[in-house]
């Protein structure tokens, strides 16, 4: 089945440093990403759509220059939480929808990025 | 806007119990519907949707769904809990089949008593 790589699987950084989050659709080709952030016992929340040579879609309240997407190929999605503060630590899923499939194919779900910011 | 609710933020059920995890949703047209299964640490896993026809939707690990519009549910069903099942559980809502940006309700997290 399509499978979805997600990579670091978690990060510990400082406050003040970037860290830089990938997404690879390992099987198939999207033309668009999804990157959501989920806070301890809460549901996801959509942050951002990422569409393949394109600017991102923000999703109100997220910081366009705090989280830089970058969508260059169609398989390759990354997420980089700038100047990252203790505030920004969370758990950060990307998922990917098949071209190939428009109609009739689920979002497919990397395994999530763990991030702590000391 | 469309928004999903899940009523039940914890439910505990003994293995081997019937379980029925409620979900409703808010859409003006036809809704995409979705249920995610998500363990401690890990991303979504899809267990069964519901694009259109037969209101029964047959998924994996057993799990099945019922669309009723009147009710605007979809609650996720499985008839003989495994310890194996203990999870977080997400509804999750699409506006269209070509758009799949998903809103998710609050996850309802599921307990198995052995």
């Known amino acids: 089945g399509a499978v979805v790589s997600q990579h670091p699987s978690w990060v510990i950084c400082k406050s003040g440093t970037s860290v830089k989050i990938e997404c690879r659709s390992l099987d198939f080709q999207a033309t668009t990403m999804f990157w959501y952030r989920q806070f301890p016992k809460q549901s996801l929340m959509l942050m951002a759509t990422?569409?393949?040579?394109?600017?991102?879609?923000?999703e109100q309240g997220v910081e366009k220059d705090k989280f830089l997407i970058n969508h260059a190929s169609l398989t390759l999605s990354t997420l980089t939480v700038t100047s990252a503060h203790p505030e920004d630590s969370s758990f950060y899923i990307c998922?990917?929808?098949?071209?190939?499939?428009?109609?009739?194919?689920?979002?497919?779900f990397g395994n999530g990025t763990r991030l702590t910011v000391t | 806007a469309q928004s999903v609710t899940q009523p039940d933020i914890h439910i505990t059920v003994s293995e081997g119990a019937s379980l029925e995890l409620r979900c409703n949703y808010s859409?003006?047209?036809?809704?995409?519907l979705f249920w995610y299964v998500q363990s401690p640490g890990q991303g979504l896993q899809l267990l069964l949707k519901y694009f259109s026809g037969d209101t029964l939707v047959q998924g994996i690990k057993g799990f099945e769904a019922e669309f009723k519009r009147s009710q605007s549910s979809f609650n996720l069903r499985k008839p003989s809990v495994h310890w194996s099942d203990a999870a977080e559980y997400f509804c999750a809502v699409a506006s269209g089949a070509g758009s799949y940006q998903l809103t998710f309700g609050k996850g309802t997290k599921l307990s198995v008593i052995p």
């Open positions: 859409y003006g047209a036809t809704p995409y």
């Open positions: 998922s990917a929808r098949d071209r190939a499939r428009i109609r009739g194919s689920p979002l497919h």
């Open positions: 990422s569409n393949e040579g394109s600017k991102a879609t923000y």
